[in-house]
């Protein structure tokens, strides 16, 4: 199972109107790295996400995802591989149960109704959101919407996980069980957040986005010292190493 | 205008708790309560325009249909008056133009115009009801399952899944921004102003484009190839449903060939 690897080569991205979001970016996860994905609003954080679901095309460099470049034919194969959760749990939610959330995916992929099932009740679990399979989508409350959002992507067994800001709006509540959920994964996971200390929590690397570049690489304890690389990238030491530093 | 938003929703929510409890009418098929209420629908409007008295026996199944389900008959019949505005306006005139007398009761002489009045008050009245009571006592993805295994081309049922899932989001994306505004305009009683109001429209429309555009994302990230597939599996009884679609069937095919209120008077006068 070596395979579950994300490789990224000079990646390059201009939206249509011109803007640059991506000016060659590269990096490689492997197989079961969590990594976290850094950077100001507008550093390309986004439209990388974007970029490597096959959402949007690449206007430069390549996407490998467990030896499958990213293109045109093979976005969908891609997308099977890669669990893609939004950062607004309203947009991932369409169906009108959960039960019919979370088994979308899997019944896409032409599975029997058994399996289907299976797939929707180990996913719901693993999430913590069993309890949640009949009731309504559009009734949950923030943490379950996210709970569920993760469950919808874990049931298509992916082999990467990428999160887009996956604790915004939960409570302390809410975001200890986050954190534990993604400590426990076994995929490849790559997290795009600001909240620096789920990062400490969850992510052993960091990769800082600036300005469409990635303006550092490496063990995020190494990463979250160096004040003036992250004053520089408009972010800031994380308030638990801040106590650290002023003991 | 931030206050009937607030109302809206809440009735939405309501209509959304009750469609969920469990119940004897709850529990039925959705295709046989579907058939049922357009059986009713056709029945009821397919009278003359002067019928008032036949109709009456057909009230019996928004009647009985309330008690069964255990929804509160004032809540059906706050919903139903909803159309009643509409159903003036289009019944408005009839008086007026249609002046042929139809029925001496005493001093009173009744005109065909009013009785045509009356009778597109009492049809719609019957038909919006039964149109409540099927909402309120079927959840929405199981009517729209119906509606689809019922041959509805798939395309309009996916529009009325994601009308109903978006419908709160976008209700609640209104009420903020008009909050907003509230909250910005002291001393303005007048409420929105057109031109406040155009704008107020037009980035609603943009968020909402903006969402399709993520909501389409997520779908294509999961898979999705221009069909939705659901699991759930609905069952058609012909001891609990089939009962329900035959008696209700059979009462509308007999109030509607047989003239029940002037047997019924026969009988009494006799």
């Not at chain 1, 990463?223 to 308030?239: G, H, M, Q, S, T």
């Not at chain 2, 809206?8 to 709850?26: K, Y």
């Not at chain 2, 009230?59 to 809540?75: D, E, F, H, K, M």
């Not at chain 2, 057109?194 to 909501?215: E, I, N, Q, W």
């Amino acid at each position: 199972m070596s395979h579950h690897y994300l490789d990224v080569r000079d990646l390059r991205y201009a939206y249509p109107d011109g803007t640059e979001a991506l000016k060659g970016v590269s990096f490689r996860l492997e197989h079961g790295e969590a990594c976290a994905l850094v950077g100001a609003n507008g550093a390309g954080k986004s439209t990388m996400m974007l970029a490597l679901t096959g959402l949007i095309l690449p206007s430069g460099g390549t996407v490998d995802v467990g030896g499958t470049v990213l293109s045109k034919k093979t976005a969908a194969d891609v997308r099977r591989r890669i669990g893609f959760v939004f950062q607004d749990s309203e947009d991932q939610l369409f169906m009108p149960t959960v039960f019919d959330d979370v088994a979308f995916g899997p019944l896409n992929q032409g599975l029997s109704e058994a399996e289907v099932r299976n797939r929707v009740s180990v996913a719901l679990s693993e999430a913590g959101a069993e309890h949640l399979a009949d009731r309504p989508t559009h009734r949950l409350s923030g943490g379950e919407k996210r709970s569920v959002a993760i469950a919808t992507v874990l049931a298509m067994l992916p082999d990467i996980l990428i999160l887009d800001e996956p604790g915004s709006g939960l409570d302390p509540y809410g975001r200890r069980l986050l954190v534990g959920m993604l400590r426990n994964f076994r995929h490849t996971r790559l997290i795009a957040t600001h909240d620096l200390d789920l990062v400490l929590d969850v992510c052993p690397r960091t990769i800082v986005l600036h300005e469409g570049k990635v303006a550092a690489d490496g063990p995020t304890a190494d990463i979250f010292r160096r004040a003036d690389l992250l004053e520089r990238c408009r972010l800031e030491v994380p308030f638990r190493m801040q106590n650290g530093l002023s003991k | 205008m931030s206050g009937s938003i607030e109302r809206n929703l809440s009735a939405l929510a309501e209509a959304v708790d009750h469609s969920q409890a469990s119940g004897l009418v709850h529990g039925l098929d959705p295709r046989a309560k579907i058939l049922v209420t357009l059986l009713f629908v056709i029945a009821v409007t397919s009278f003359g325009k002067y019928e008032v008295s036949r109709l009456m026996p057909f009230a019996l199944y928004p009647a009985v249909l309330t008690g069964l389900s255990g929804v509160s008959p004032g809540r059906v019949l706050k919903r139903t008056l909803i159309a009643a505005p509409f159903v003036l306006f289009v019944g408005l005139f009839n008086p007026l133009f249609d002046r042929t007398p139809l029925l001496r009761i005493g001093p009173l002489v009744l005109t065909g115009g009013w009785m045509s009045f009356f009778s597109i008050i009492a049809r719609s009245f019957l038909a919006v009801s039964a149109a409540v009571l099927l909402v309120l006592t079927t959840r929405f993805d199981l009517l729209c399952l119906g509606l689809e295994r019922m041959g509805i081309p798939r395309v309009f049922v996916v529009q009325l899944q994601f009308l109903w899932r978006y419908l709160v989001l976008l209700a609640g994306e209104a009420q903020r921004m008009v909050r907003a505004h509230t909250l910005r305009s002291w001393g303005n009683r007048s409420g929105v102003s057109l031109k406040t109001f155009a704008s107020l429209a037009g980035s609603l429309l943009l968020r909402t484009l903006d969402r399709a555009g993520r909501v389409y994302g997520a779908m294509k990230a999961r898979g999705f190839d221009g069909e939705i597939r659901m699991l759930r599996p609905l069952s058609f009884s012909l001891s609990r449903d089939g009962l329900f679609l035959l008696a209700w069937g059979g009462y509308f095919l007999v109030c509607r060939f047989v003239n029940l209120p002037e047997l019924l008077s026969g009988a009494v006068g006799r």
